[in-house]
């Protein structure tokens, strides 16, 4: 009888423990980390599903460039008292640095692992980690090291402790690596380096050459370009004399772009100015074939192009577009009162081009 009034008293333990909520862990995914962030939240969800805590993912949209900002922002994710630990991570350029918070945000972990790793591997290492700090916590224990109100709002660099050079490091690189990404606001230059190839004419269809630009970003979206690709020469043949065409373009013009998922899609429209020379050579020792023209020719270049990066400072460019042309590209040899047709190229010109892009500054 005394055992049953207690237990009405007191209820069963397994409904009290239902009645408490259970701790959250949650994972902070930025816009651009959505399709990367997978393979993590399915790695940390393993780790800790036989711990007594929730875990869940949050998209919390663009990631703010300064490491301080992350930190106040893994504080408003955390204003709910269940919430145990906010996590999230950055790739930087060498390392993958995870950040990890507790609920009121006075204290940070950082941790780094090398991306040369497999992503699956990566994946799990990060796992193991939060699943270790998550265990820590739920035992009482404290993770990471005091992170100061001051160095949070006032400072992009505010050193917490000393002696975590995880930390300091990290929220350094961080920022340096902001400062050159395609999400920061400031001025960047890039150079891109490609093998172009045109389509000139039916009879003579390839010109291929290389090419050089320079890329002057003001944002993230819009840039100016100018560039110049070095031809190889083509030959000119008509019924009496045959030539060596040279062609000199220089661009000038504007560029806009977008981050879709991993890679950035560009859209840009040149002025094209072509100084073309040719060296005429005679076919018969009666023939009196001169050269009649040193030819600019202006065109504009509209090019689509997509960007894949491999590092923070190199990537990968292909582009294609086509030229057109204002004024003739027919090269011609004087024939004393007649001209001969030595080329004749096509008013709009397709062409392709494939390298490198690199990050200047």
Same mark, same amino acid.
């Given at each position: ?216 970003? !003001? ?12 031809? !190889? ?83 990968? !460019? ?33 062409? !392709? ?9």
């Amino acid at each position: 009888m005394l055992v049953t009034i207690v237990i009405l008293l007191t209820g069963t333990p397994d409904a009290a423990a239902d009645d408490e909520a259970r701790p959250l862990v949650v994972m902070m995914v930025f816009d651009e980390q959505e399709e990367a962030s997978r393979e993590i939240v399915e790695a940390v969800g393993g780790q800790l599903s036989d711990l007594d805590v929730e875990f869940g993912s949050r998209v919390v949209g663009p990631r703010p460039p300064a490491a301080a900002a992350n930190i106040r922002l893994a504080g408003e994710v955390a204003a709910d008292k269940s919430v145990i630990a906010v996590f999230w991570y950055a790739s930087l350029e060498e390392q993958v640095y995870l950040y990890l918070s507790g609920n009121d945000g006075s204290r940070i972990l950082v941790r780094k692992m090398e991306s040369a790793a497999q992503a699956r591997g990566r994946a799990e290492g990060l796992a193991i980690i939060v699943r270790s700090s998550i265990i820590a916590l739920l035992h009482g224990g404290i993770i990471g090291i005091a992170v100061h109100e001051s160095a949070q709002v006032e400072t992009k660099t505010g050193k917490p402790a000393e002696d975590d050079q995880d930390y300091s490091e990290a929220v350094q690189k961080e920022d340096s690596v902001t400062e050159n990404s395609e999400s920061d606001e400031s001025a960047r230059l890039f150079l891109r380096i490609g093998y172009n190839v045109g389509i000139r004419s039916r009879d003579d269809p390839f010109v291929n050459g290389f090419g050089l630009d320079l890329l002057l970003h !003001f944002n993230r979206f819009l840039a100016v370009t100018a560039g110049y690709t070095a031809f !190889f020469p083509v030959q000119g043949r008509g019924e009496f004399a045959t030539a060596k065409v040279y062609r000199h373009p220089f661009r000038i013009g504007l560029r806009g772009g977008i981050d879709v998922k991993r890679v950035r899609l560009g859209l840009s429209l040149s002025l094209v100015l072509d100084y073309t020379t040719q060296e005429v050579i005679n076919l018969g020792p009666d023939i009196e074939a001169s050269n009649d023209m040193d030819d600019l020719t202006v065109g504009l270049l509209p090019m689509m192009d997509v960007v894949i990066p491999i590092t923070g400072r190199l990537g990968i !460019f292909l582009a294609a577009g086509a030229e057109f042309s204002f004024n003739s590209r027919r090269y011609t040899a004087s024939l004393g009162e007649d001209r001969e047709i030595l080329v004749d190229t096509w008013p709009v010109q397709p062409c !392709f081009m494939v390298g490198i892009r690199v990050n200047l500054v």
